[in-house]
Protein backbone atom coordinates (compact mmCIF):
# COMPACT_ATOMS: atom_id res chain seq x y z
CA UNK A 1 0.00 0.00 0.00
CA UNK A 2 1.50 3.48 -1.29
CA UNK A 3 -0.54 6.30 -0.35
CA UNK A 4 1.56 8.32 -3.12
CA UNK A 5 -0.59 6.21 -5.62
CA UNK A 6 -4.23 7.65 -6.05
CA UNK A 7 -5.78 3.84 -6.25
CA UNK A 8 -5.05 4.11 -2.31
CA UNK A 9 -5.02 7.72 -1.45
CA UNK A 10 -8.38 7.96 -3.11
CA UNK A 11 -9.65 6.04 -0.26
CA UNK A 12 -10.41 7.00 3.61
CA UNK A 13 -9.42 2.92 4.23
CA UNK A 14 -6.10 3.31 2.92
CA UNK A 15 -5.71 6.87 4.72
CA UNK A 16 -6.76 5.69 7.87
CA UNK A 17 -4.36 3.11 7.74
CA UNK A 18 -1.49 5.20 7.68
CA UNK A 19 -2.84 7.50 10.42
CA UNK A 20 -2.28 4.33 12.12
CA UNK A 21 1.76 5.08 12.54
CA UNK A 22 0.94 8.15 13.96
CA UNK A 23 -1.83 7.27 16.23
CA UNK A 24 0.88 4.98 17.81
CA UNK A 25 3.64 7.72 18.30
CA UNK A 26 2.03 10.37 19.87
CA UNK A 27 -0.21 7.79 22.07
CA UNK A 28 -0.36 8.92 25.73
CA UNK A 29 0.16 6.01 28.12
CA UNK A 30 -0.99 8.62 30.79
CA UNK A 31 -4.50 8.35 29.33
CA UNK A 32 -5.03 4.64 31.08
CA UNK A 33 -4.05 5.77 34.46
CA UNK A 34 -7.40 6.36 36.16
CA UNK A 35 -8.36 3.10 34.64
CA UNK A 36 -4.94 1.41 36.38
CA UNK A 37 -5.99 2.74 39.69
CA UNK A 38 -9.20 1.26 39.62
CA UNK A 39 -8.07 -2.38 38.69
CA UNK A 40 -5.27 -2.27 41.37
CA UNK A 41 -8.09 -1.26 43.83
CA UNK A 42 -11.12 -3.79 42.40
CA UNK A 43 -8.46 -6.55 41.34
CA UNK A 44 -10.36 -7.51 38.20
CA UNK A 45 -11.10 -6.34 34.89
CA UNK A 46 -14.31 -7.04 32.33
CA UNK A 47 -13.46 -5.61 29.26
CA UNK A 48 -16.54 -4.83 27.00
CA UNK A 49 -18.06 -4.20 23.63
CA UNK A 50 -18.94 -5.24 20.26
CA UNK A 51 -16.97 -6.04 16.94
CA UNK A 52 -13.70 -4.94 16.28
CA UNK A 53 -14.00 -2.36 19.54
CA UNK A 54 -13.49 -5.54 21.79
CA UNK A 55 -11.93 -8.93 19.56
CA UNK A 56 -8.48 -7.29 19.62
CA UNK A 57 -7.86 -4.37 22.17
CA UNK A 58 -9.72 -7.03 24.86
CA UNK A 59 -8.08 -10.25 23.42
CA UNK A 60 -4.42 -9.08 23.39
CA UNK A 61 -4.61 -7.81 26.50
CA UNK A 62 -5.70 -10.98 28.80
CA UNK A 63 -2.75 -12.60 26.46
CA UNK A 64 -0.78 -10.25 27.70
CA UNK A 65 -1.69 -10.17 31.62
CA UNK A 66 -1.37 -13.97 31.53
CA UNK A 67 2.18 -13.94 29.97
CA UNK A 68 3.10 -11.37 32.44
CA UNK A 69 1.59 -12.77 35.16
CA UNK A 70 0.03 -10.14 36.87
CA UNK A 71 -2.33 -11.06 39.83
CA UNK A 72 -5.57 -8.65 38.22
CA UNK A 73 -8.11 -11.04 36.67
CA UNK A 74 -8.93 -10.01 33.20
CA UNK A 75 -11.84 -11.19 30.89
CA UNK A 76 -13.92 -10.02 28.65
CA UNK A 77 -17.68 -10.52 27.59
CA UNK A 78 -20.04 -9.06 24.74
CA UNK A 79 -22.36 -6.79 26.64
CA UNK A 80 -25.60 -8.85 26.47
CA UNK A 81 -23.83 -11.90 28.01
CA UNK A 82 -21.98 -9.69 30.41
CA UNK A 83 -25.46 -8.03 31.59
CA UNK A 84 -26.04 -11.70 33.05
CA UNK A 85 -23.08 -11.46 35.31
CA UNK A 86 -22.66 -10.06 38.68
CA UNK A 87 -20.06 -7.55 38.05
CA UNK A 88 -19.11 -5.89 42.03
CA UNK A 89 -15.59 -5.40 42.10
CA UNK A 90 -15.00 -5.35 38.64
CA UNK A 91 -13.21 -2.49 36.80
CA UNK A 92 -15.67 -2.51 33.95
CA UNK A 93 -14.47 -1.09 30.58
CA UNK A 94 -17.08 -0.21 27.81
CA UNK A 95 -15.58 -0.04 24.41
CA UNK A 96 -18.01 1.97 21.61
CA UNK A 97 -16.41 4.48 18.65
CA UNK A 98 -19.17 5.96 18.34
CA UNK A 99 -20.94 5.87 21.90
CA UNK A 100 -23.90 4.93 20.81
CA UNK A 101 -23.65 1.17 20.68
CA UNK A 102 -27.23 -0.14 21.97
CA UNK A 103 -25.54 -3.31 23.30
CA UNK A 104 -22.52 -1.18 25.32
CA UNK A 105 -25.18 1.34 26.28
CA UNK A 106 -27.66 -1.39 28.24
CA UNK A 107 -24.54 -2.82 29.76
CA UNK A 108 -23.35 1.04 30.96
CA UNK A 109 -26.95 1.83 32.13
CA UNK A 110 -27.19 -1.65 34.00
CA UNK A 111 -23.91 -0.70 36.15
CA UNK A 112 -25.48 2.84 36.46
CA UNK A 113 -28.54 1.29 38.10
CA UNK A 114 -26.51 -0.98 40.37
CA UNK A 115 -24.77 2.13 41.58
CA UNK A 116 -21.35 0.57 40.12
CA UNK A 117 -18.58 2.99 40.65
CA UNK A 118 -15.73 1.11 38.50
CA UNK A 119 -17.27 1.56 34.59
CA UNK A 120 -15.99 3.40 32.52
CA UNK A 121 -15.86 4.66 28.58
CA UNK A 122 -13.87 4.42 25.87
CA UNK A 123 -15.20 6.44 22.45
CA UNK A 124 -13.99 8.25 19.42
CA UNK A 125 -15.96 10.95 20.15
CA UNK A 126 -16.80 13.31 22.70
CA UNK A 127 -20.21 14.20 24.57
CA UNK A 128 -21.39 10.77 23.36
CA UNK A 129 -24.29 8.65 25.04
CA UNK A 130 -21.80 6.64 26.19
CA UNK A 131 -20.26 9.44 28.22
CA UNK A 132 -23.09 10.53 30.16
CA UNK A 133 -23.42 7.38 31.36
CA UNK A 134 -20.23 6.20 32.10
CA UNK A 135 -18.25 7.48 35.65
CA UNK A 136 -15.73 8.64 33.26
CA UNK A 137 -14.20 8.18 29.61
CA UNK A 138 -11.10 8.12 27.35
CA UNK A 139 -12.29 9.83 24.30
CA UNK A 140 -9.02 8.18 21.91
CA UNK A 141 -6.96 10.93 20.17
CA UNK A 142 -7.34 9.10 16.64
CA UNK A 143 -10.90 10.67 15.83
CA UNK A 144 -13.92 9.65 14.00
CA UNK A 145 -13.28 7.46 10.85
CA UNK A 146 -14.92 7.95 7.92
CA UNK A 147 -14.31 4.03 6.21
CA UNK A 148 -17.24 1.51 7.74
CA UNK A 149 -14.11 -0.63 8.19
CA UNK A 150 -12.36 0.65 11.59
CA UNK A 151 -8.63 0.74 11.80
CA UNK A 152 -6.63 3.30 13.72
CA UNK A 153 -9.40 3.14 16.27
CA UNK A 154 -8.66 -0.43 16.77
CA UNK A 155 -4.81 -0.09 17.12
CA UNK A 156 -5.49 3.02 19.66
CA UNK A 157 -8.27 1.34 21.57
CA UNK A 158 -5.58 -2.00 21.60
CA UNK A 159 -3.22 0.27 22.99
CA UNK A 160 -5.21 1.72 25.88
CA UNK A 161 -6.29 -1.47 26.96
CA UNK A 162 -2.59 -3.23 26.71
CA UNK A 163 -1.32 -0.25 28.75
CA UNK A 164 -3.86 -0.45 31.79
CA UNK A 165 -1.93 -4.37 31.76
CA UNK A 166 1.53 -2.99 31.38
CA UNK A 167 1.34 -0.55 34.12
CA UNK A 168 -0.06 -3.14 36.39
CA UNK A 169 2.75 -5.53 35.40
CA UNK A 170 5.11 -1.95 36.55
CA UNK A 171 6.17 -1.94 32.76
CA UNK A 172 6.85 1.28 30.73
CA UNK A 173 5.45 0.92 27.31
CA UNK A 174 6.27 4.82 26.80
CA UNK A 175 9.75 3.58 25.52
CA UNK A 176 8.41 1.19 22.48
CA UNK A 177 5.81 3.40 20.54
CA UNK A 178 8.23 4.92 18.50
CA UNK A 179 10.13 1.87 17.56
CA UNK A 180 6.64 -0.03 17.17
CA UNK A 181 5.31 2.85 14.70
CA UNK A 182 8.14 2.45 12.35
CA UNK A 183 7.65 -1.07 11.96
CA UNK A 184 3.82 -1.05 11.40
CA UNK A 185 4.49 1.92 8.71
CA UNK A 186 6.69 -1.28 7.26
CA UNK A 187 4.22 -3.61 7.76
CA UNK A 188 1.71 -1.33 6.15
CA UNK A 189 4.08 -0.83 2.54
CA UNK A 190 5.41 -4.31 2.22
CA UNK A 191 4.70 -5.38 -1.65
CA UNK A 192 2.38 -8.05 -1.34
CA UNK A 193 3.06 -11.12 -3.49
CA UNK A 194 0.23 -11.31 -6.85
CA UNK A 195 0.39 -14.81 -6.56
CA UNK A 196 -1.24 -14.34 -2.84
CA UNK A 197 -3.94 -11.96 -4.22
CA UNK A 198 -4.67 -14.70 -7.38
CA UNK A 199 -4.73 -17.23 -4.83
CA UNK A 200 -7.28 -15.48 -2.66
CA UNK A 201 -9.24 -14.11 -5.83
CA UNK A 202 -9.08 -18.49 -6.44
CA UNK A 203 -10.94 -19.29 -2.49
CA UNK A 204 -14.30 -19.49 -1.47
CA UNK A 205 -13.20 -19.33 2.02
CA UNK A 206 -10.15 -17.66 3.26
CA UNK A 207 -9.18 -18.87 6.77
CA UNK A 208 -6.98 -17.15 9.10
CA UNK A 209 -5.53 -19.43 11.70
CA UNK A 210 -3.25 -18.04 15.14
CA UNK A 211 -3.32 -17.47 18.72
CA UNK A 212 -6.07 -16.44 20.41
CA UNK A 213 -5.02 -12.46 21.02
CA UNK A 214 -7.27 -11.36 18.67
CA UNK A 215 -5.27 -10.58 15.63
CA UNK A 216 -6.46 -12.87 13.36
CA UNK A 217 -10.09 -12.72 14.40
CA UNK A 218 -9.82 -9.20 13.60
CA UNK A 219 -8.83 -10.34 9.81
CA UNK A 220 -11.18 -12.48 9.71
CA UNK A 221 -13.66 -10.07 10.22
CA UNK A 222 -11.86 -7.38 8.00
CA UNK A 223 -11.91 -9.56 5.17
CA UNK A 224 -15.65 -9.03 5.46
CA UNK A 225 -16.10 -5.82 5.48
CA UNK A 226 -13.05 -4.63 3.18
CA UNK A 227 -13.00 -7.70 0.04
CA UNK A 228 -16.58 -8.69 0.99
CA UNK A 229 -15.01 -12.87 0.94
CA UNK A 230 -16.18 -15.33 3.17
CA UNK A 231 -13.71 -15.89 6.25
CA UNK A 232 -13.34 -17.98 8.79
CA UNK A 233 -11.03 -18.24 12.67
CA UNK A 234 -9.60 -20.97 13.33
CA UNK A 235 -7.91 -20.14 17.07
CA UNK A 236 -4.37 -21.52 17.87
CA UNK A 237 -4.04 -25.00 16.41
CA UNK A 238 -7.94 -25.60 15.80
CA UNK A 239 -7.01 -25.75 11.97
CA UNK A 240 -5.26 -29.12 13.18
CA UNK A 241 -8.33 -30.57 14.19
CA UNK A 242 -11.26 -31.29 11.77
CA UNK A 243 -11.84 -28.10 9.32
CA UNK A 244 -9.75 -29.73 6.55
CA UNK A 245 -13.30 -31.65 6.19
CA UNK A 246 -15.02 -28.74 4.46
CA UNK A 247 -12.15 -27.00 3.53
CA UNK A 248 -12.41 -26.86 -0.78
CA UNK A 249 -9.25 -27.05 -3.14
CA UNK A 250 -8.19 -24.15 -4.28
CA UNK A 251 -9.15 -22.05 -0.33
CA UNK A 252 -6.51 -20.37 1.54
CA UNK A 253 -5.45 -20.27 5.17
CA UNK A 254 -3.10 -17.80 6.67
CA UNK A 255 -1.24 -18.40 9.28
CA UNK A 256 0.32 -15.71 11.65
CA UNK A 257 3.05 -16.91 13.74
CA UNK A 258 2.82 -20.59 12.94
CA UNK A 259 4.11 -22.95 15.65
CA UNK A 260 7.44 -24.47 14.58
CA UNK A 261 6.99 -27.88 16.00
CA UNK A 262 3.89 -28.07 14.05
CA UNK A 263 5.30 -26.91 10.53
CA UNK A 264 5.12 -30.56 9.20
CA UNK A 265 1.60 -31.08 10.10
CA UNK A 266 0.60 -27.88 8.80
CA UNK A 267 1.96 -29.24 5.36
CA UNK A 268 0.15 -32.86 6.06
CA UNK A 269 -3.22 -31.55 6.78
CA UNK A 270 -3.34 -28.51 4.32
CA UNK A 271 -1.54 -30.23 1.47
CA UNK A 272 -4.38 -33.10 2.14
CA UNK A 273 -6.76 -30.66 1.29
CA UNK A 274 -5.38 -29.06 -0.69
CA UNK A 275 -5.09 -25.61 0.00
CA UNK A 276 -2.91 -22.73 -0.08
CA UNK A 277 -1.01 -21.70 3.02
CA UNK A 278 0.68 -18.13 3.87
CA UNK A 279 2.44 -17.74 6.77
CA UNK A 280 2.64 -13.96 8.38
CA UNK A 281 5.58 -14.40 10.65
CA UNK A 282 9.19 -12.18 11.06
CA UNK A 283 10.90 -15.30 9.97
CA UNK A 284 10.97 -17.53 6.56
CA UNK A 285 8.95 -20.70 7.22
CA UNK A 286 7.94 -24.07 4.65
CA UNK A 287 5.39 -21.69 3.47
CA UNK A 288 4.70 -18.81 1.46
CA UNK A 289 5.45 -15.61 4.24
CA UNK A 290 4.76 -12.00 4.13
CA UNK A 291 8.02 -11.27 6.33
CA UNK A 292 7.39 -8.32 8.71
CA UNK A 293 9.28 -6.40 11.05
CA UNK A 294 10.17 -8.13 14.97
CA UNK A 295 8.46 -5.92 17.55
CA UNK A 296 8.56 -8.17 20.86
CA UNK A 297 6.12 -7.95 22.90
CA UNK A 298 4.05 -5.30 21.12
CA UNK A 299 4.36 -7.93 17.99
CA UNK A 300 0.17 -8.49 16.98
CA UNK A 301 0.07 -4.39 15.86
CA UNK A 302 2.65 -5.54 13.12
CA UNK A 303 0.80 -8.58 11.97
CA UNK A 304 -2.40 -6.85 11.68
CA UNK A 305 -1.17 -4.17 9.75
CA UNK A 306 0.29 -6.85 7.28
CA UNK A 307 -2.81 -8.01 7.34
CA UNK A 308 -4.62 -4.81 6.44
CA UNK A 309 -1.89 -4.39 3.55
CA UNK A 310 -2.75 -7.92 2.24
CA UNK A 311 -6.66 -6.88 2.00
CA UNK A 312 -6.65 -3.65 0.68
CA UNK A 313 -4.22 -5.60 -2.22
CA UNK A 314 -7.37 -8.39 -2.64
CA UNK A 315 -9.75 -5.84 -2.91
CA UNK A 316 -7.96 -3.53 -5.25
CA UNK A 317 -7.40 -6.13 -7.75
CA UNK A 318 -11.33 -7.13 -7.51
CA UNK A 319 -12.24 -3.22 -8.30
CA UNK A 320 -13.90 -2.59 -4.71
CA UNK A 321 -14.73 0.35 -3.43
CA UNK A 322 -13.46 0.01 0.14
CA UNK A 323 -15.45 2.80 1.69
CA UNK A 324 -18.56 1.41 0.90
CA UNK A 325 -19.79 -1.32 1.61
CA UNK A 326 -23.34 -2.99 0.48
CA UNK A 327 -24.64 -3.88 3.90
CA UNK A 328 -22.43 -3.14 6.69
CA UNK A 329 -23.00 -0.23 8.60
CA UNK A 330 -20.46 2.24 10.69
CA UNK A 331 -22.48 1.77 13.75
CA UNK A 332 -23.59 -1.88 13.57
CA UNK A 333 -26.38 -1.44 16.19
CA UNK A 334 -26.94 1.86 17.21
CA UNK A 335 -29.32 3.14 20.23
Not at 63 to 77: D, M, Q, W, Y
Not at 127 to 155: D, Q
Not at 237 to 247: C, D, K, Q, W
Amino acid sequence: MNLKENKYAQYYLCREMMDTVEVIRKFNPATADFIVDSARKTGHILFSGEGSSRIMPAKNAIRKALRFGIPTFVHTEGSHQACEYKLDGYTVLLDSNSGRTKETLMLAKQLKAAGHKDFFGVTANAGTPLEEVCEKTVVLSCGWENAVAATKSVVEQTLLFETVIWKLAGKDIAKELDALADKVEKALTLAIPAEIVDWVRGAKTIYFAGMNDGVTEELTLKTNEITRRKSDFLEGTYALHGPEEVMEDGDIVFVVNPIESEYEKYQTVFGGANVHVVAIDTKPTPFTTIIVPEAGDLQAYVYLAAGWNTLVEIAQADGINLDKPKRARKVGNEM
